[in-house]
């Protein structure tokens, strides 16, 4: 089972930036892509961002243009680097893993590996 480990929420002023950080135990076919989905009080789950193994990322409609997300060389630690944040940005944001595609990984609704979250909190 591999084991994500999420940090760098916050909170920010509308405008701010953020960069987390999520870093998986170990590399397997489970972590081919990476990504974050992101939850709001009384909302749905969102797809965010996700990386596969093969530098192809995909994002979600409602940050593109904001956000952008990397991995290390290593492949096991996924960045997302958040700017120009609103307040609709706030929630909390899951870091997962599986074995589809970056095209595939937002669609998903169930992921073969799931971080605890970390929350991210933007005022205007």
């Known amino acids: 089972q591999v084991r994500l480990v999420e940090s760098g929420g916050g909170s920010v002023q509308t405008g701010g930036s953020l960069r987390l950080s999520c870093t998986a135990s170990?590399?397997?076919?489970?972590?081919?892509?990476m990504g974050w989905f992101r939850q709001a009080p009384g909302k749905e789950r969102e797809g965010v961002a996700a990386?596969?193994?093969?530098?192809?990322?995909n994002y979600g409609d409602s940050v593109k243009g904001r956000i952008t997300i990397s991995k290390d060389n290593a492949k096991t630690t996924v960045y997302l680097q958040m700017d120009n944040l609103q307040p609709e940005d706030s929630a909390m944001y899951y870091c997962?893993?599986?074995?589809?595609?970056?095209?595939?990984?937002?669609?998903?609704?169930?992921?073969?590996?799931w971080g605890q979250g970390t929350q991210v909190t933007v005022s205007s």
């Open positions: 997962a893993g599986d074995p589809v595609s970056s095209r595939a990984f937002l669609k998903l609704r169930r992921t073969h590996s």
């Open positions: 170990t590399r397997s076919h489970n972590t081919n892509s």
């Open positions: 990386i596969d193994d093969d530098g192809v990322t």
